[in-house]
């Protein structure tokens, strides 16, 4: 295949962003002006999900396509096995530049005394990224909002200059540089994983630029916040703030890529890993079923995907790996999970199951599906640190997202609702064992 049919492709990954923190998913505020043009230009998905509400399992099973208990990333601090094929791996292999820059949170294991928390992260577990490397492995540990580092391809360290975001976004247009004055006649495949707008752990708040709190301050809570407890109001303006620093690098990183012509041939991705509900469900931001912390953004542009408009079918993040394989024309191992999004969007795909199947932990041991309807979530009274899976779990969510959008009403113990509890237990537990878990035990609520 000639390489100006191969396009490029960029995957761009935020951390913690809900997905109505976006304009054009109806964000009253000039929050995301670069983004919203993006989504009006290629395709925007209305109904996108993670597989994983926290950090690390949901990278791992991007880098892997596989859902993150199956390959033993079932939880933060645990790093990608080798030996697996990954999305790097595979590029490099189809005949792509491969290129990584910001939080990779796959490389540190305190059970196996890998720490890489602070440390550069050794070669062998960057999941076959090769031809540029500018990343730590816990960008919450070795950086703030205004300062921080990050470990190039040769393990130095890179200081930041200015906010954060700014800086990751200026390792990605180094690259985009770089690329454009060689003589590799390769495409590439880019991975960008900025942190924000995901809350500073060690200062118990969320960091915006400077002058956030001000620009912000006139926000409309979310539905799902109102009137509840949680540490929204304080921090909302500085997490729209962040959300705004990431679409304004979107942009300068859209310029990059025009100036330097590659532009029209260039997929695009923005998405992220999971969303948050600031501390209103449990004791922290995600690790929940509720859409504030699975609903994310997602919108795709460039070759295959402008004009598309806005696709209303249910889509997981797992679908992604697949997705940008098949836009390469590289083959997908039969291990990687769920389904291409190319197809659909070509109006090629008429079989589409509208279900997204989770898996939660560190929280609980807990399993979900979202349909257009409903919501089912299950827990098991099990560790969620130590433990992936559990042979029973009782039931824990039930929600009729039609009534009862903001996810309020909890009718998990309703007898009115056994029949549809019954039907959609039935369904999670398909979902269970084509993730390859074992089928399990559903008992009532207790």
């Known amino acids: 295949m000639a390489n100006e049919k191969r396009p490029n492709i960029i995957f761009y990954f935020s951390d913690q962003q809900r997905w109505d923190t976006m304009g ?70 189809g005949g792509y530049a491969t290129a990584y820059v910001g939080k990779w949170h796959l490389a540190s294991n305190a059970d196996k005394n890998l720490h890489h928390e602070i440390t550069a992260v050794p070669k062998e577990l960057r999941g076959g990224y090769r031809d540029y490397w500018m990343a730590a492995d816990v960008l919450e540990f070795t950086s703030h909002g205004y300062n921080g580092f990050v470990f190039d391809g040769d393990n130095n360290r890179h200081d930041f200059i200015g906010y954060r975001a700014d800086a990751i976004n200026n390792y990605a247009i180094e690259f985009l540089h770089q690329y454009s004055e060689g003589n590799d006649d390769r495409p590439f ?72 012509g590659l532009w029209d041939n260039t997929i695009l991705i923005y998405t992220s890993d999971h969303g948050s509900h600031f501390c209103t469900r449990n004791g922290e931001y995600k690790r929940s079923c509720h859409d504030a912390s699975i609903h994310i953004p997602l919108i795709i542009t460039g070759p295959g995907f402008r004009g598309r408009g806005k696709e209303e079918h249910l889509v997981s993040l797992l679908d992604l790996p697949r997705t940008m394989l098949d836009c390469a024309g590289i083959e997908a191992p039969e291990s990687f999970r769920r389904h291409s999004l190319k197809p659909l969007v070509e109006g090629k795909c008429h079989d589409w199951e509208d279900v997204v199947f989770l898996q939660i932990s560190e929280s609980q041991v807990g399993r979900a599906i979202r349909t257009k309807d409903w919501k089912y979530a299950v827990r098991a009274e099990a560790d969620g640190w130590n433990d992936s899976r559990s042979d029973v779990y009782y039931e824990d969510y039930l929600y009729d997202l039609h009534a009862d959008p903001h996810e309020r009403n909890n009718l998990v113990a309703d007898p009115a609702y056994k029949a549809i509890r019954a039907d959609l237990a039935a369904l999670l537990i398909r979902k269970m064992a084509e993730a390859g878990e074992d089928a399990p035990t559903i008992l009532p609520a207790k």
Not at 29 to 36: E, I, M, Q, R, S
Not at 68 to 85: F, H, K, M, Q, T
């Open 189 to 260: 495949f880019m991975f960008i994983s900025q942190i924000e707008p995901h809350h500073q752990n060690d200062h118990h708040r969320f960091e915006g630029p400077d002058g956030s709190k001000a620009k912000f301050a006139d926000f409309t809570p979310p539905g799902d916040l109102i009137g509840t407890e949680g540490n929204w109001r304080e921090n909302y303006p500085d997490y729209l703030g962040q959300c705004h620093a990431l679409d304004a690098n979107v942009g300068r990183l859209v310029d990059t890529l025009k100036d330097r």
């Open 24 to 93: 054009c998913y109806g964000q009253k505020l000039d929050v995301t002006p670069n983004l919203d043009r993006l989504a009006e230009e290629g395709c925007q998905f209305m109904n996108a999900y993670t597989c994983q509400p926290v950090c690390g399992p949901a990278r791992a099973c991007l880098q892997t396509g596989r859902y993150a208990e199956e390959i033993g990333c079932y939880r933060n601090d645990i790093e990608l096995p080798e030996g697996l094929p990954t999305l790097a791996e595979l590029f490099h292999e």
